[in-house]
């Protein structure tokens, strides 16, 4: 399989681009093509021992800042994440994986001079991401690409969700829930009311409405929501957990004792810190697309972004875009 | 002041209701008026030295279940909801406050046969909360009021909430946001954009959007949002505080080590579940209505019961429903 890796995607560009791709490659037998400044990824790839694996170079002149827009996407035909996005929609290679800017990344894959476009019928692509529970993971879609919809938006998230988080995740029969502020049917802005009613008649296991609640206690596997309320509960999230430990920090060295009681409890800690930690989920999907597009965090570390390859190589593997296209043709189609 | 007390309100009623007010109207100096079964707060007045301290009862026949809706507040002509409501109505007290069911709560307050009505020129009220933050406490509004919303609601509900941000509150010249998923102007669905304008060009201290991010951090003194979004954020952010916690415990559990300094930081735990506990904070403001109205958790403790007391102290004693009419007017006349 080969993945295509926007190598200047990350804050700390090349630097841990290349390494996750290194990792990548070595841990998943993968052919990492990595797109960007030659110069700079081949100095990047002479600090590790890359014998034996296949980390071909693509050059791109240019790449997308972390400030810019779609209209960057638009102009820069030869940035990293153009010239990526080309090898994936001229067929050398099976999925794409950026760190870079999230609104980029979207405007490339979908609009961008080397857009894969949308599959068949989908009317809006969604992004997703995984929300760590109680009980294991929670996909949450859409994160951002859409801060308006309409109820069949909603209706065909939680279908590629669902799907995705059968093939691409390996949760069976996965629960969908649509986020509301009430759990009873009925409650929600009309846009969720009228998806409610779609998804009720659907062959997806719609378990009916999730309360804010519901995301972290893992009561639902895909929880579908609009990309503004979507991204709001993301960004929140991460602050919230962030604001909990330095409360916790605060309240500790104002007590010597809980200092010392800190100190022994500290693996506890760092056990929690690397369930929480967004490297160790990578990247989110960008479901729709006519193509695999992993989009990763921009501070991600060689570590994530072995995990966002791992994420595209599970997508494609799981046949996800073909099976996304199959079930909306299958809904088309009344089975 | 005289503020009346739905007896029959919280989950444990009226045990933790009945004691707050005594507590209240010690802490306070206020008359709280008990409205509910008489015979069974008498009970409950009885457990306490309540000499010297202005606790009136009025009977009220029957009550609002916690599962009941607003065709109960509708019907219930003398449930205690109404029976206390019909009281500040009646100008026999100067704010009324509930642990009851939210919804049912907010119907008698707009809509049941008691209802305060709206304030001259609202066109919507809206329920708020006191957000924990980094630096204090962020108002967060609406968190349930209204599921849909137009700009102008947007709008009026930072009015409301800057003015009750400082006059209740205490915070001089707060800072007011608009909840979106970027920083930027134009970021947003376009109800948000569109108030974003309405407020830019207001007289409040508007600083622009906030992120998800923003709650916690305590960018903001003031957030307003939709009641959908508002609702999602307060339920998310409870359980993942939470889970958070649980996530910590089970790391714990799985080292000895880790459990003997669990032991010793536990008065930095017990600290940090203080500040996060919703009983400090007691209730929250149903601003927009004629009339001072607070709603506090149906969890309510006798604490909680206390501090909701004291939040419709503070309101009265800010001229909040005043300021909020004089406001309206102001904004109106293009002060």
Redesign the interface.
């Known amino acids: 399989m080969k993945i295509v890796l926007d190598a200047m995607g990350s804050d700390a560009r090349p630097t841990p681009d290349v390494e996750g791709a290194v990792r990548a490659a070595r841990a998943y037998g993968l052919t990492v093509i990595l797109v960007g400044d030659q110069a700079r990824i081949q100095a990047e790839l002479a600090k590790h021992d890359t014998r034996g694996l296949a980390l071909p170079i693509v050059h791109a002149p240019t790449d997308i800042g972390m400030t810019e827009h779609v209209e960057a996407v638009k102009a820069k035909r030869e940035a990293s994440m153009n010239v990526a996005l080309k090898l994936v929609k001229d067929k050398q290679a099976d999925a794409f994986v950026t760190a870079g800017n999230t609104g980029a990344a979207m405007a490339a894959a979908i609009v961008g001079p080397f857009a894969l476009g949308r599959i068949q019928g989908i009317k809006r692509p969604a992004l997703t991401t995984l929300f760590p529970?109680?009980t294991g993971r929670c996909l949450l879609l859409d994160i951002?690409a859409n801060?308006?919809v309409k109820p069949e938006y909603l209706y065909q998230f939680a279908l590629m969700g669902s799907i995705y988080a059968e093939r691409g995740l390996g949760i069976r029969q996965p629960r969908v829930a649509l986020?509301?502020?009430?759990e009873e049917e009925g409650?929600?802005?009309?846009v969720?009311r009228e998806a409610y009613a779609l998804l009720k008649q659907s062959q997806l296991n719609f378990i009916g409405n999730a309360?804010?609640?519901?995301?972290?206690?893992g009561n639902a596997d895909v929880i579908v929501?609009?990309?503004?309320?979507g991204?709001?509960?993301?960004?929140?999230?991460?602050?919230?957990?962030?604001?909990?430990v330095?409360?916790?920090k605060d309240?500790?060295k104002?007590?010597p004792?809980?200092m010392?009681?800190?100190?022994?409890?500290?693996?506890?800690?760092d056990?929690?810190k690397a369930?929480?930690d967004p490297s160790a989920i990578g990247g989110g999907m960008l479901l729709g697309v006519d193509g695999v597009v992993v989009i990763g965090h921009g501070r991600s570390d060689a570590r994530a972004i072995q995990n966002a390859l791992r994420v595209a190589k599970d997508a494609v593997e799981g046949n996800v875009v073909e099976l996304i296209r199959a079930g909306l043709q299958g809904e088309a189609n009344g089975k």
């Open positions: 529970t109680n951002g801060t308006e986020l509301s502020n009430g409650k929600g802005p009309m969720v309360e804010g609640r519901d995301i972290p206690q929501c609009d990309g503004y309320v991204n709001v509960v993301i960004k929140l999230s991460e602050a919230l957990a962030k604001t909990l330095g409360f916790i309240e500790i104002q007590r004792l809980a010392v009681g800190a100190l022994l409890a500290k693996p506890a800690f056990a929690l369930r929480l």
